[in-house]
T-cell receptor
Framework: AQSVTQLDSQVPVFEEAPVELRCNYSSSVSVYLFWYVQYPNQGLQLLLKYLSGSTLVKGINGFEAEFNKSQTSFHLRKPSVHISDTAEYFCAVFYYPVAQKLVFGQGTRLTINP | NAGVTQTPKFQVLKTGQSMTLQCAQDMNHEYMSWYRQDPGMGLRLIHYSVGAGITDQGEVPNGYNVSRSTTEDFPLRLLSAAPSQTSVYFC?????????????FGEGSRLTVL
């Protein structure tokens, strides 16, 4: 079965510190990978995506993620976080052509402390 | 562009009542879907549609009905609300030509069932 695991439900960090949010997915031959961000009381916005090509992808707000096929991971990183990055982050995987739907992880709540 | 519009944003129901959550998109997307978001469980797919007249079940379809008579609209119906359906509901749409799974989300509808 297709599944996505976000290894940390909550991550507290200090402002200007680096952060990594971890995501692993069940193995499959073909996947597209996404990170979405949800600010308080809002819908989800696309942060970045991997479809093909370079395994290091850059997104909005200084975030980047690296696709590691051998470890079936897609970890999200930012070298220096800001208070405004406080949000919930969701990893999502599209398994193709087997399935035609996006599978989400459980979410990681990132809290930035001053 | 309005994108994906959901109404109402908030709703309180009594057990056994029925209601419809409305979803409309103006991006001419063929794919539309409904998710529910519950704490610690991420987003779970309720129903989805790959085009007008075509719908299918997701992970948690029980207690919900959908129909898709036009490309733009994808309403979600609760026939007899239960407290277990208290949740935040998100409608999302996507391209299907060269479908990658990337979704565009509405702002959500918060439903409380007493």
């Amino acid at each position: 079965a297709q599944s996505v695991t976000q290894l940390d439900s909550q991550v507290p960090v200090f402002e200007e510190a680096p952060v990594e949010l971890r995501c692993n997915y069940s193995s499959s031959v073909s996947v597209y990978l996404f990170w979405y961000v949800q600010y308080p009381n809002q819908g989800l916005q696309l942060l970045l995506k991997y479809l093909s090509g370079s395994t290091l992808v850059k997104g909005i707000n200084g975030f980047e993620a690296e696709f590691n096929k051998s470890q079936t991971s897609f970890h999200l990183r930012k070298p220096s976080v800001h208070i405004s990055d406080t949000a919930e982050y969701f990893c999502a995987v599209f398994y193709y052509p087997v399935a035609q739907k996006l599978v989400f992880g459980q979410g990681t709540r990132l809290t930035i402390n001053p | 562009n309005a994108g994906v519009t959901q109404t109402p944003k908030f709703q309180v129901l009594k057990t056994g009542q029925s209601m419809t959550l409305q979803c409309a998109q103006d991006m001419n997307h063929e794919y539309m879907s409904w998710y529910r978001q519950d704490p610690g469980m991420g987003l779970r797919l309720i129903h989805y549609s790959v085009g007008a007249g075509i719908t299918d079940q997701g992970e948690v379809p029980n207690g919900y009905n959908v129909s898709r008579s036009t490309t733009e609209d994808f309403p979600l119906r609760l026939l007899s609300a239960a407290p277990s359906q208290t949740s935040v509901y998100f409608c999302a749409s996507s391209y299907t030509g060269g479908h990658t799974g990337e979704l565009f989300f509405g702002e959500g509808s918060r439903l409380t069932v007493l």
